[in-house]
């Protein structure tokens, strides 16, 4: 381990190149060892690793190739920093693509390093040369910087000279210092401790979120968590094409960007960061899976599947369908949640608690390729909060506004109009304004049905047979001028894209509704005028007040929180059981990458709530009671299940 020459805080790992070896490394901090080692591997990495944790030490890992050398990161017994391997492991993220049950989570092989942290480590067969000018630049480095790196910092030198600092944040799959990147299994026989809620005080007028984190500011962010080689955020890009303040933040290896909207860059930067972090937790990076179990076997350990919907035969037998068919007694992957009320631990299935959890095909058939799922789901009901309560709150205020415009949209009956005057709010009026101008009317509909939770349709129309001829949003909050306001921010960012698909060939789905196949099939469909009068159904209710269209709001709300946003969230789990929907389990989707961040990100699940759900063959409504008897009420007679899935939604 110990090369005969070396001090004992120098370890001469595999291939170590001998101008790295003889540099001036004692000129580092008293107690910092150092591993040098030709390249990443991963057995050299946990060795020196493991000395280090003996020792109690801090390690600095040295890497070289033929492309550049890498100093650091520096990691620290506390490990708050990540190692080598959580380097490794970041940079084959920028690679990865999806995941899925099954699938390889190991880093991906980078054209600087030349292998996978997960390959077996093959020692080199000759150490690669250093160049004089890098070995002159690292040695300066080391005698007039004290110290050299911060812990989680790394210094990459290019071959060329190009010199460039880093952070590596400890990585939730590294093989070194974490769990790896294989799928944590949960024994069935260990469910979870219950959780209980915890009071969460809050100055906000409007009880319903803490501090924000960062205090929304995009400086403070940008110092904390952009890195654009190690992540977790890479960057941000403005927007320039739609008429407001726009921004996409990309993370590290997740699947979907954030996208922030707002008055100023700076708000929407913040936004658009912290939706990307509640993106990232759509797959159980480090939830235990319960594997191939049935809802039988489970018996009352699990929440009970026909309270979820289910598919009729003919979505099934599309063959645009992604589903397969399950019932109780088909083996499925799981992972726990827990009651809202009692804190009792229970296990939901995987896809549903997960919404970008994949098995994989059932078969290698390539007619089977598209059925990978037995629930279709969405990012629905995923909320991203300062606390695990806070985010279970805005949970079930989104999940609140998809079902109450699919209970509208399917009960057909004209909506209530919030009158134009009682809108007084600045930035509403200059969004009414800019959609306005781009020759439509807006019409705030009152969505809210037997769920009292304040719910605004947003509807765009012209009438002068261009398109896109409508446009939907909706937005759910305590405060109803809040939940305009959100409906107008994404109605704004709508009409700002136009059209920008290809009119004749999409234009197919008008006549035939099971053509409608992904998410933005759905409001392209409700773009041409031979669907107008579709949309202009949802018209002529009474015109209202705020007041009127939802009593007592945000006045009742206020009251009831006292302060705290736990127990505002206890106010609105109260009107779910008003409304029949007496059952919310909560999934924990938050990973140390949020944690570390004061981030938590959580998805409720909540038997007999109409989900929200993208393609015709994949609208999951069948065996919803609260639905059919809702239906019933309209049309007279409960719904037939060869009668589901009606009318695609227009929600974008």
């Known amino acids: 381990m110990y090369g005969p020459h070396l001090d004992r805080r120098l370890l001469s790992g595999p291939n170590a190149p001998a101008g790295l070896l003889a540099l001036p490394w004692q000129e580092q901090p008293d107690g910092q060892l150092v591993a040098v080692a030709a390249g990443f591997d991963i057995r050299w990495e946990s060795r020196a690793l493991g000395i280090a944790r003996e020792q109690g030490t801090s390690l600095l890992s040295v890497r070289a190739t033929s492309a550049e050398v890498l100093v650091g990161p520096l990691w620290t017994p506390d490990g708050a920093s990540g190692c080598a391997g959580c380097a490794q492991t970041r940079d084959g993220d920028r690679h990865r693509q999806g995941i899925a049950r099954g699938a390889d989570h190991h880093p991906a092989t980078t054209a600087a390093e030349g292998r996978s942290a997960s390959q077996p480590p093959t020692l080199r067969a000759a150490a690669p040369v250093l160049p004089p000018a890098v070995g002159q630049l690292l040695a300066e480095l080391l005698r007039h910087s004290r110290p050299l790196l911060a812990p989680g910092e790394l210094l990459s030198l290019a071959s060329t000279g190009v010199l460039r600092r880093h952070r590596v944040a400890p990585s939730i799959r590294c093989a070194v210092c974490g769990g790896g990147p294989e799928q944590r299994v949960g024994p069935l026989a260990e469910p979870p401790s219950p959780r209980r809620l915890v009071s969460r005080p809050t100055s906000s007028p409007l009880p319903d979120r803490g501090e924000p984190p960062f205090g929304l500011d995009p400086d403070r962010m940008r110092g904390a968590l952009v890195d654009a080689r190690y992540g977790p955020v890479l960057g941000t890009q403005r927007a320039v094409l739609v008429g407001m303040a726009m921004t996409e933040t990309r993370l590290l290896g997740a699947g979907f960007a954030g996208h922030g909207r ?26 235990p899976i319960v594997l191939d179990a049935t809802a039988r076997q489970l018996g009352d350990r699990a929440i009970g599947l026909a309270g979820l919907g289910h598919y009729t035969a003919r979505q099934l037998a599309s063959p645009l369908s992604r589903l397969r068919p399950f019932d109780d007694d088909t083996p499925m992957d799981w992972v726990w949640g827990h009651e809202l009320d009692t804190g009792r631990p229970l296990l939901v299935p995987a896809e549903v608690g997960f919404y970008q ?15 990978r799922h037995f629930f279709h789901e969405s990012s629905s009901g995923c909320a991203l909060g300062g606390s695990y309560e806070e985010a279970t709150l805005h949970s079930l205020l989104e999940l609140a506004e998809r079902d109450a415009f699919l209970l509208s949209w399917h009960r057909r009956r004209p909506l209530p109009r919030i009158a134009p005057g009682e809108i007084t709010d600045r930035e509403c009026l200059l969004l ?7 020759g439509y009317r807006v019409h705030l509909l009152v969505a809210t049905v037997d769920l009292t939770v304040p719910v605004v349709w947003v509807l765009a129309l012209r009438e002068d047979g261009r398109m896109p001829c409508s446009l939907s ?18 109605l704004s960012q709508l009409v700002s894209g136009g059209v920008n698909w290809d009119v004749e060939e999409s234009r197919a789905a008008v006549a035939d509704p099971w053509l409608v196949d992904e998410m933005l099939d759905h409001h392209k469909r409700y773009a041409y005028p031979e669907l107008l009068p579709r949309i202009e159904a949802m018209l002529g209710g009474p015109v209202v007040s705020l007041a009127e269209a939802f009593p007592g709001w945000p006045g009742v709300f206020t009251s009831a929180a006292q302060g705290d946003v736990t127990q505002a969230l206890r106010f609105v789990g109260g009107l779910f059981r008003q409304a029949g929907l007496d059952r919310i389990v909560v999934v924990d989707q938050s990973t140390p990458e949020h944690t570390a961040a004061g981030l938590s990100v959580v998805k409720a699940v909540v038997p007999g709530i109409l989900p929200m759900c993208f393609g015709q063959a994949q609208q999951r409504l069948a065996g919803l009671p609260r639905l059919a008897a809702a239906m019933a009420a309209t049309d007279g007679t409960p719904p037939r299940d060869e009668d589901f899935p009606f009318d695609p939604h227009p929600f974008p």
Do not use: K, M, N
């Open 262 to 287: 707002g008055s100023t860059f700076r708000h929407a930067e913040a936004v658009g960061c912290l939706e990307a972090f509640e993106r990232s937790g759509g797959y159980p990076h480090v939830a």
């Open 432 to 438: 009414i304004r800019q959609i306005e101008d781009q």
């Open 473 to 490: 949003s909706a937005g759910s909050g305590a405060d109803p001028v809040g939940a305009a306001r959100a409906g107008l921010w994404e």
């Open 357 to 371: 959890y994949r098995f994989p095909a059932a078969s290698d058939a390539p007619e089977d390729a598209r059925r």
